[in-house]
């Protein structure tokens, strides 16, 4: 799938409104009596609500309940924003990086709510990531663009963090000259090219393991680099999102607060009875079917699909003529995979290597029975790892008894 069109050179961010209203997902909470916070409680920006989880805004509790989000539901913190912010004060700028540890800057930088990895110490390469992994999305390109001169100083700090002896930034072949001139000599260049799904982390570290299996490997998007200097220069929590919002209207940037809800970048009378909004790309993405979802920081695109657009899947018998297999970037087989699983043959799916799969799309984009194949596969996934998980809990309780 030819991705190369979607280039852009002309897209400038805009500055999406700020809201009256945000909501903070609680995931990973199991219950609300592990939350300390209450309803009319005053929140400061940047403020700890949960182990790994900060306030975006300053503003007012309004409400805590529940709402349902394409993967699950969570537990969610409604907060009325304050006209201005007041940061945390534990949050400090260090822009000499090197007056710190290593273990000292990562700390700092999640309590910044960035969310890198602390587990950095056996790391050989880096991958910095500036090639958008989904064929609609223009993000990391965008970031490419206007931080270009930050990129140097960005993989030093890397390197301070980490234990890597190389740095490699991924980047479009059509952006070469662009990622010569950033990196200088502190890093290395990845030419991909601009088909998807080359931009995928896991295909961009088989290339590495192609060159070196043995190589231990971290990625981080050139978003989050961006943002960690930031964070570092100002003092201030990372609270904002660049995504790609691609509606009929157009294709653009937003520069999200953190829990601003979709509607609030969509508008309800922009959108047709049968229009579907997905959080991602049709190929990998999820149906958004509640205008009050909050943009969070693992959201890269907002995809509206028009009404004429909408492809609904027939799940008719498969025929055999293994195209899915051709496209497959892994080379599963996907065809025996997904009957399989159809038929809840879990056991044959893991056989397969069904886990190996990266959940690309292609697959389901060039079938012609149109079976819904990525479906099949994350429900084969998800019945392994429940049957992992229950075996592991009977081999622990017999240990116990056998101990006792």
């Excluded at 110490?121 to 958008?132: E, L, N, R, S």
């Excluded at 301070?160 to 740095?167: G, P, Q």
């Excluded at 980047?171 to 090219?193: C, F, H, Q, R």
């Excluded at 190929?283 to 609904?312: K, M, S, W």
Aim: aromatic share 6%; proline share 4%.
């Amino acid at each position: 799938m030819d991705q190369l069109a979607l280039n852009r050179n002309d897209l400038q961010i805009i500055e999406a409104p700020e809201p009256k209203e945000v909501i903070l997902p609680l995931k990973g909470l199991e219950g609300r009596d592990k939350l300390r916070i209450k309803i009319g409680q005053r929140l400061i920006t940047g403020q700890v609500l949960y182990p790994g989880l900060y306030s975006s805004v300053t503003g007012i509790v309004k409400s805590i309940d529940s709402m349902s989000f394409p993967d699950d539901d969570y537990t969610v913190i409604r907060v009325e924003v304050a006209d201005e912010d007041e940061f945390d004060e534990a949050i400090k700028a260090e822009p000499d990086f090197q007056g710190k540890t290593p273990a000292e800057l990562l700390e700092l930088l999640n309590r910044a709510n960035l969310g890198i990895s602390e587990d950095l110490a056996d790391i050989d390469t880096v991958f910095v990531t500036a090639v958008d992994p989904d064929p609609l999305s223009l993000v990391y390109q965008q970031v490419l663009k206007e931080f270009k001169a930050e990129l140097s100083e960005g993989f030093k700090l890397i390197k301070y963090l980490t234990s890597a002896k190389r740095v490699i930034l991924a980047i479009s072949e059509e952006a070469k000259e662009l990622g010569s001139a950033a990196i200088g000599d502190v890093a290395d260049l990845m030419l991909v090219k601009s088909q998807y799904p080359n931009g995928l982390p896991e295909l961009l570290a088989q290339r590495i393991a192609e060159q070196d299996s043995s190589a231990k490997l971290a990625f981080i998007k050139i978003e989050k680099l961006i943002s960690a200097l930031t964070i570092l220069k100002e003092g201030k929590p990372a609270i904002y999102k660049l995504v790609t919002v691609n509606t009929k209207s157009g294709v653009n940037n937003y520069r999200v607060r953190l829990g601003t809800p979709i509607k609030e970048i969509i508008k309800e009378d922009e959108l047709n009875n049968n229009d579907k909004i997905i959080i991602g790309s049709p190929l990998r993405g999820a149906a958004c079917f509640n205008l009050e979802t909050p943009v969070t920081a693992d959201i890269d695109l907002i995809y509206v699909q028009d009404t004429d657009e909408v492809y609904n899947y027939q799940n008719l018998q498969c025929i055999n003529c293994g195209k899915c297999v051709k496209v497959c970037p892994v080379n599963l087989e996907v065809n025996l995979i997904c009957r399989y699983a159809e038929f809840a043959l879990f056991e044959r799916c893991a056989e397969l290597d069904v886990n190996a799969c990266i959940e690309c799309g292609l697959c389901a984009y060039y079938c012609p029975s149109g079976r819904a194949l990525v479906q099949f596969i994350r429900l084969a996934k998800d019945e392994i790892k429940q049957q992992n998980i229950e075996q592991l809990l009977v081999t622990t309780e017999n240990s116990t008894e056998e101990d006792q």
